[in-house]
Antibody, heavy 124, light 107 residues
Framework: QISLKESGPALVKPAQTLTLTCTFSGFSLTNTGMGVAWIRQPPGKALEWLALIYWDDDKHYSPSLESRLTITKDTSKNQVVLTMTDMHPVDTATYYC????????????????WGQGTLVTVTS | AIQMTQSPSSLSASVGDRVTITCRASQDVRNEVGWYQQKPGRAPKLLIYAASTLQTGVPSRFSGSGSGTDFTFTISSLQPEDFATYYCLQDTNFPITFGGGTKVDLK
């Protein structure tokens, strides 16, 4: 069974860099088709996709945040790390990592397994 | 980026009601649409993928339809545990985008 769990600081000061780690089990990022994504949700607001990394190190970022984001993987540790520079109070959100749906038919529709989320508050 | 315009943003319904939510994509997303349920303090849960395929373990009262730009999500008979917020998503192109959400609450 696939599971994911986010870890990182609960509080970050403005202008600091946020580093979040997603530790997962039940799949490997060395296997074809596998990936891990990051999604966030400000309090009371909608979901926002941030970044995704695939088994072959192909990476995709939200255009509005691309200059501030870096996603990397450590296959030996089954971890994916997201860094976001120059944090602002508007970046206060619950950050989720998620497993992209992967079917034989290549069906779309997003993410079938999610972590529990970690709330990051940006405040001085 | 492809915009997913979801409506309504909220609705009030009673147990047993039929509930319909729509998402319109700003361009053709084929059938690469998913529908999610989110309860307060919880991660989203995938209900429907490929526009109309029920995720394993999801009750059959949930259904989805559509292709191209217009998509519909239906709960055939609303149950007490279905009061939640629902989101659509497209992943035919990057960036992946979500709809704005529909909050379903008790009338």
């Amino acid at each position: 069974q696939i599971s994911l769990k986010e870890s990182g600081p609960a509080l970050v000061k403005p202008a600091q860099t946020l580093t979040l780690t997603c530790t997962f089990s039940g799949f490997s990022l060395t296997n074809t088709g596998m990936g891990v994504a990051w999604i966030r949700q400000p309090p009371g607001k909608a979901l926002e996709w941030l970044a995704l990394i695939y088994w072959d190190d192909d990476k995709h970022y939200s255009p509005s945040l691309e200059s501030r984001l870096t996603i990397t993987k450590d296959t030996s540790k089954n971890q994916v790390v997201l860094t976001m520079t120059d944090m602002h109070p508007v970046d206060t959100a619950t950050y989720y990592c998620a497993h992209p749906l992967h079917t034989i038919d290549g069906d779309g529709g997003g993410f079938d397994f999610w972590g529990q989320g970690t709330l990051v508050t940006v405040t001085s | 980026a492809i915009q997913m315009t979801q409506s309504p943003s909220s609705l009030s319904a009673s147990v047993g009601d039929r509930v319909t939510i729509t998402c319109r994509a700003s361009q053709d997303v084929r059938n690469e649409v998913g529908w999610y349920q989110q309860k307060p303090g919880r991660a989203p849960k995938l209900l429907i993928y490929a526009a109309s395929t029920l995720q394993t373990g999801v009750p059959s009262r949930f259904s989805g339809s559509g292709s191209g730009t217009d998509f519909t999500f239906t709960i055939s008979s609303l149950q007490p545990e279905d009061f939640a917020t629902y989101y659509c998503l497209q992943d035919t192109n990057f960036p992946i985008t979500f709809g704005g959400g529909t909050k379903v609450d008790l009338k």
